[in-house]
Nanobody, 126 residues
Framework: QVQLVESGGGAVQAGGSLRLSCAASGYTYRLNCMAWFRQAPGKEREGVATIYDGGSSAFYANYAAFVKGRFTISRGKDTVYLQMTNLNPEDTAMYYC??????????????????WGQGTQVTVSS
């Protein structure tokens, strides 16, 4: 079993930055693919960024188009981070950490997620 716990959300003004963290515990050796998703009120959950183990201790990342170079996903031993810069009100959402043993084509889709965190709220004011 795996547990994911997010932290780092909060309220910022447009143009500000936040760093989200997701601490994984349990059978973390299985988690070759980790990702961040977000869900705004009245909208579907969408993928933000994926980081996966490409072998030989090399990690690779993929981002949603709307990130546009503003966000960076990274991974520590049992933690995944999402550094968010130049935030705008459209980034307001609940952000969820997700994990799976595998992700196809380097992107973790919601249908393939094995474990979800409880979410951390990000609110960006104009």
């Amino acid at each position: 079993q795996v547990q994911l716990v997010e932290s780092g959300g909060g309220a910022v003004q447009a143009g500000g930055s936040l760093r989200l963290s997701c601490a994984a515990s349990g059978y973390t050796y299985r988690l070759n693919c980790m990702a961040w998703f977000r869900q705004a009120p009245g909208k579907e959950r969408e993928g933000v960024a994926t980081i996966y183990d490409g072998g030989s201790s090399a990690f690779y990342a993929n981002y949603a188009a709307f990130v546009k170079g503003r966000f960076t996903i990274s991974r520590g031993k049992d933690t995944v981070y999402l550094q968010m810069t130049n935030l705008n009100p459209e980034d307001t959402a609940m952000y969820y950490c997700a994990a799976a043993a595998l992700c196809r084509y380097g992107v973790l889709t919601s249908g393939s997620v094995e474990y979800w965190g409880q979410g951390t709220q990000v609110t960006v004011s104009s």
